[in-house]
């Protein structure tokens, strides 16, 4: 079986979200993400990506996340998993691996 590529997002800013200030920052929570499901899922093929809600990229779909996160008080870092939120504040890598298995990933 081909799995298809899942691009998973990590919404977050250099200041810790106001709600979240005894939790990682969410540069931190993606590098974290990063190194787990990169264990998880060795040679499969996903990206993974963060994405600084005040300086987005000029992909327009990240951009008008990007703004989102930020007219509706998301708490951040906000995990997306192929366009799903999966987590945001403080995400649970269980959720994270649930979604990614709904793709077809298989733990290595």
């Given at each position: 079986?081909?799995?298809?590529p899942?691009?998973?997002?990590v ?10 200030v005894?939790l990682p920052?969410s ?13 998880k899922y ?9 994405i ?7 992909d327009?779909e990240?951009?008008?996340f990007?703004e989102r996160?930020i ?5 951040y870092p906000?995990v997306l ?6 987590g ?6 269980k959720?994270?691996y649930?979604e ?9």
């Amino acid at each position: 079986m081909v799995l298809k590529p899942v691009e998973i997002c990590v919404y977050g800013a250099e200041v810790v979200c106001p709600s979240c200030v005894h939790l990682p920052s969410s540069k931190e929570t993606y590098e974290w993400l990063e190194a787990a499901i990169k264990r998880k899922y060795p040679n499969q093929p996903f990206s993974i990506s963060y994405i600084d809600i005040f300086n987005p990229p000029d992909d327009e779909e990240k951009k008008a996340f990007a703004e989102r996160v930020i007219e509706e008080d998301l708490f951040y870092p906000v995990v997306l998993v192929a366009g799903t939120i999966v987590g945001e504040g403080n995400p649970k890598l269980k959720d994270v691996y649930a979604e990614m298995e709904k793709y077809g990933y298989k733990a290595q």
